[in-house]
């Protein structure tokens, strides 16, 4: 079955680089997407990337996508305290099957 | 309206009672979903529809129902809810392209 996996904290000095990791196990995944979730907010898209793509870059956000390893990452440049939330990884691991989500990440910027 | 009205935001409910979420979009979206939030365990999904007038089981559906009677509503049913409810409930609608709209959320006491 899908199953997505991160790990679940990480903390970074304002001004460095964070990168958040994420593996899946559905060779077959379609799309994949992080989200971010401020403290008692719902989910916000941030960036997604097709399954024939090997990188996206948009503005401070670089994702990157190893189809081998079943790998994606997050890479936020110049990391923020407004940085500071939940990202979660998630698939769509084949056709109409709905989105999969990790636990999520949870990033700390410390001033 | 605009996107996916979810309510209410936020109930205390008695163990035992019947509690419905409503759960509304307007983008014409065939698929519809159902996730719940709970800590340290990310978004899992309790029960989706393809279309109008189908509905599937995710992977936690116990204690759950859903109708979809039209392709803008999809009501999510606790019969007689349990603590174990408490929880964090989002909807989602997605486009033919893989493209997600979350709701605010409705959070969930059951006491």
């Known amino acids: 079955g899908e199953d997505v996996e991160q790990s679940l904290f990480l903390s970074v000095r304002e001004g460095d680089s964070s990168v958040i990791n994420c593996t899946y196990t559905d060779s077959s995944s379609t799309y994949l997407y992080w989200y971010k979730q401020e403290p008692g907010a719902g989910l916000q898209l941030l960036t997604y990337i097709f399954s024939n793509m090997d990188m996206k870059q948009d503005q401070r956000l670089t994702v990157l996508l190893n189809k081998k390893d079943k790998h994606l990452s997050l890479r936020i440049a110049d990391t923020q305290t407004g940085d500071s939330a939940i990202y979660f990884c998630?698939?769509?691991?084949?056709?109409?099957?709905?989105?999969?989500f990790g636990k999520g990440t949870r990033l700390s910027v410390i001033a | 309206i605009a996107g996916i009205t979810q309510a209410p935001t936020s109930q205390i409910l008695a163990a035992g009672r019947r509690m419905t979420l409503r759960c509304t979009q307007d983008m014409r979206h065939n698929a519809m979903y159902w996730y719940r939030q709970d800590l340290g365990l990310g978004l899992r999904l309790i029960h989706y529809s393809n279309t109008a007038g189908t509905t599937g089981k995710g992977e936690v559906p116990d204690g759950y129902s859903v109708s979809r009677a039209n392709t803008d509503d999809f009501p999510l049913t606790l019969a007689s809810a349990v603590p174990s409810q408490t929880s964090v409930y989002f909807c989602?609608?997605?486009?033919?392209?893989?493209?997600?709209?979350f709701g605010s959320g409705t959070r969930l006491t059951v006491v």
């Open positions: 998630a698939e769509i691991p084949s056709g109409n099957t709905p989105l999969v």
């Open positions: 989602a609608s997605s486009d033919s392209g893989g493209g997600y709209t």
